[in-house]
């Protein structure tokens, strides 16, 4: 039937957009404007993937690729489903209730096992009776930077089909609007983006797999209603076979994973499609499925290798490219947890030689080219010439793995939680919520108060060491030598102790490390021993944030013998989630479960520290601001590296980071001291925004970088408030709407300039030029969208 406004579906959308408000960590929306009828928007629904493993579901719906639309009647809002993904579904084993005893207990015949394509999910759903939307998981449209999103690569595709099977958009149109279905299809194109297994010509483009109809609850159609659909309107056909027992289901997946192989072609794994009994059967909590009774219900069989190893060969290569830009190129670098492998260790060696040799060749690896070319040559290499390397590092892996056995079993009676971090990461209110569910033992610095601290911190560590089993080094240890002092007052004891880091990495633009960060130093106000939030208008809480920001040494993994990588965006509950399954895995003791876990955060929550300095008297007057920017988040390096590739501002470019010129704090001015008597009102609002406790997230579209051999810079095409923050009295809509094009007309970023000789507002100067027409050199960035707030600035 044709898709209608139907009460379950609209108020399913409207307890999202209710959830969303009052947990934005926990369901997030973007608004897209759909490319056939700009004038009608759609609302992608993003879900937390952690709180998927939950039982109860947090969530209302389990649906991984949700859009939604909105309209009016009679001052009313309606909500409507447009596109419909599939529930989300678990690997074998990932989940309680897909293990096979549980999915024997639950799940019911028949089990339809269909090819799982290795490519990007895309949805196709009707819009309107005569108009089709087509999206990726999670938006639609061109998005950010890139030249071509994945959503218009998969039209792309769908286009070519109209044209060989001889129908229109409107006919496509028509049936899925008729059907209120969402075709789900797999896009596998290597020209446009390479993942783990190679497509040859005849198997690149759509391959569907799903006909869903779009409504509240999961239902998708049998297969042999998606391969007619195939059929009719050109899609490839994803393989299938049928059968009827889940010990048929595992004796199939292991015998393919066995050959490597399933009808002459290579397989990563099948997703299997079946249906939970009514009542489900499992006898315990844990092994009855969040899905409701009687519905399609999906999980998949993977095939870890060699296909883990493939990506980890993908990633530690994106990684080293990234260092190689910053000329710290080395194997030390790299995560332990992708480095086990004796392969992947003569990969690394290999790989960092071909790009140091052919630079050229990893010129758009970042953008999913050249990765299995990259990869094929390295399994040539060591067919032939690499054998004696590979056999070696294997003999020594062995001898490894067989001396950290054997440590294991005679060490480590004793653990020290470092955590890797910087102030408003949350490193304290985790090890508080460790301490309590474990019994830890737990020391801060920050209650230290001594000219030397640090030896009287590490002292007090090695004290607890004496009571406790595990010890938690509560301080940001954001320095290698914090590290390397706690390593150096436990190597003189009897037995090693193990050293396990909880990191933060700095893995984001430092705007919204910053951001993120001085928020959570704000809300906590007062309840700190002594980093407490600046409310005058200096808020000088901001620097010292700064200051960490700009100081911190990346964590090595030869620093620390396990770590567990923590999330710097996660609510309280999915950070402290996070660290006790750790360290429950690498410690070997068995999870304390929900309620200890839920009662650790209720610690946190009314925990005050038992020591607060008392505030010292100002001995000077704050400085003031010099003047007022926009702190975009957004990672200058990554981006020009992958834009000025190839280009003629490559040269300039590479000479700016080789000396060290490129801006260290990326920001937009607004307006400068100086300019006080044309620019009062300007200047006001500025530091109102700045001092705001409420200050709102502005958006803003890079356009173009510019250069002329002593300054390069990046042009600001638009400013506006992000939707959803609008900060205290409109104040943020109130501030865009009173920027003149006057001062629209000079934003931009300065991304560095030649030498000290060069004024950085030179920069203003060459981009107005650019604009008004003049002949300077300029590279089209493709409308790269940031976020970023008004602060003041020195």
């Known amino acids: 039937m044709p898709p209608t406004f139907s009460q379950p579906d609209s108020a399913l959308i409207s307890s999202l957009i209710s959830l969303s408000k009052k947990s934005p960590k926990l369901v997030k929306s973007s608004v897209y404007p759909a490319p056939a009828s700009p004038d009608i928007s759609l609302r992608s629904w993003k879900m937390n993937e952690f709180k998927y493993y939950d039982i109860p579901s947090p969530f209302p719906t389990l649906a991984r690729g949700l859009f939604t639309l909105t309209e009016k009647e009679d001052g009313e809002e309606r909500h409507r489903i447009v596109v419909r993904g599939y529930d989300k579904f678990f690997n074998i084993g990932e989940v309680p209730w897909t293990t096979w005893a549980s999915l024997e207990s639950h799940t019911i015949a028949p089990y339809t096992l269909s090819l799982k394509s290795n490519g990007c999910i895309i ?360 590290r390397q002092a706690l390593r150096d007052a436990t190597s003189k004891l009897p037995t090693p102790v193990r050293l396990l880091a909880l990191n933060w990495s700095l893995d984001k633009p430092n705007a919204t490390i910053h951001r993120i960060c001085a928020d959570r130093i704000q809300s906590r106000g007062a309840n700190h021993q002594t980093l407490r939030a600046d409310l005058s208008t200096y808020k000088a809480h901001e620097e010292v944030v700064w200051m960490f920001i700009n100081t911190t040494e990346e964590l090595a993994p030869s620093e620390v013998d396990e770590c567990i990588e923590m999330e710097l965006e996660d609510s309280l509950e999915e950070a402290v989630e996070r660290a006790v399954a750790g360290v429950a895995r690498i410690l070997g003791i068995s999870h304390p479960g929900e309620e200890k876990v839920k009662e650790g955060i209720e610690v946190v929550k009314g925990y005050e520290p038992s020591y607060k300095k008392p505030d010292e008297p100002k001995k000077k007057a704050a400085p003031e601001a010099r003047y007022y920017g926009l702190l975009p988040e957004v990672d200058l390096v990554e981006l020009l590296d992958a834009q000025l590739k190839g280009t003629e501002g490559e040269k300039f470019w590479d000479q700016l980071k080789k000396s060290g010129r490129v801006t260290k704090r990326p920001h937009v001015t607004i307006v400068h001291k100086f300019e006080l008597s044309s620019s009062r009102e300007l200047w006001d609002r500025c530091a109102g925004l700045h001092a705001s406790a409420s200050p709102p997230l502005f958006k803003g579209k890079l356009g173009s970088v510019v250069w002329d051999g002593r300054v390069m810079a990046v042009s600001v095409d638009d400013v506006g408030v992000e939707e959803g923050e609008s900060g205290e ?66």
């Not at 218009?152 to 769908?158: D, H, K, P, T, Y």
């Not at 993977?302 to 883990?308: A, G, I, S, V």
């Not at 910087?422 to 209110?429: E, L, N, R, S, V």
């Not at 950085?760 to 970023?788: C, H, I, N, T, Y």
Request: net charge neutral.
């Open 123 to 482: 949805f196709i759903a009707a819009l309107t009776p005569t108009k089709i939307v087509v999206t990726s998981k999670h938006s639609l449209g061109p998005v950010g930077n890139s030249t071509l999103s994945h959503a218009q690569a998969g039209e792309g595709w769908l286009r070519k089909y109209f044209e060989k099977v001889g129908k229109t958009e409107e006919d496509l149109a028509k049936q899925l609007w008729d059907n209120n279905w969402t075709a789900i299809a797999e896009l596998c194109d290597d020209s446009f983006e390479e993942h783990v297994l190679a497509y040859p010509p005849e198997k690149t483009g759509l391959h569907l797999h799903g006909l869903n109809t779009c409504t509240k609850d999961f239902h998708t159609l049998p297969h042999t209603v998606v391969d007619a659909f195939a059929e009719e309107w050109g899609f490839i056909k994803t393989l299938t076979t049928t059968l009827n027992t889940i010990q048929e289901v595992r004796e199939f997946t292991d015998s393919v994973a066995k050959a490597g192989e399933w009808n002459g072609e290579s397989v990563e794994g099948f997703v299997v499609r079946t249906h939970v009994t009514e009542p489900p059967t499992g006898k315990s909590r844990t092994d009855k499925s969040p899905y409701a009774p009687g519905s399609s219900f999906f999980f998949k069989v993977k095939f870890d290798e060699p296909y883990m190893m493939y990506r980890d060969w993908r990633e530690v290569t994106k990684s080293l490219l990234s260092s190689n830009s910053k000329g710290e190129m080395k194997a030390s670098s790299l995560p332990k947890s992708k480095m086990k492998r004796p392969e992947t260790k003569v990969y690394v060696k290999w790989v960092i030689e071909e790009i140091k040799k052919h630079p050229e060749e990893f010129a758009e690896y970042s953008k999913g080219k050249g990765i299995i070319a990259t990869r094929e040559k390295f399994l040539a290499w060591l067919a032939g010439e690499g054998k004696a390397e590979l056999k070696a590092v294997e003999e020594q892996t062995d001898k490894e793995v067989k001396e950290e056995q054997d440590g294991k079993a005679k060490v480590f009676g004793k653990t020290i939680i470092v955590p890797i971090a910087i102030p408003g990461c949350g490193k304290t209110a985790v090890s508080v919520a460790l301490a309590h569910i474990f019994g830890f033992g737990h020391t801060q610095s920050d209650d230290v108060h001594v000219k030397k601290a640090p030896p009287i911190f590490v002292k007090n560590v090695m004290s607890l060491l004496q009571t406790h089993d595990v010890v938690i080094a509560d301080k940001n240890n954001h320095l290698r030598q914090h």
């Open 729 to 794: 009295g409109q104040e943020g809509a109130v501030f865009v709407s009173g920027l003149g094009g006057d001062v629209r007309g000079r934003l931009h970023i300065t991304v560095g300039t030649r030498d000290g000789e060069v004024p950085p507002v030179e920069a203003k100067g060459l981009v107005q030029e650019w604009r008004g027409g003049e002949a300077v050199k300029s590279v089209k960035l493709g409308d790269v969208v940031f976020r970023g707030r008004v602060k003041g600035l020195n």
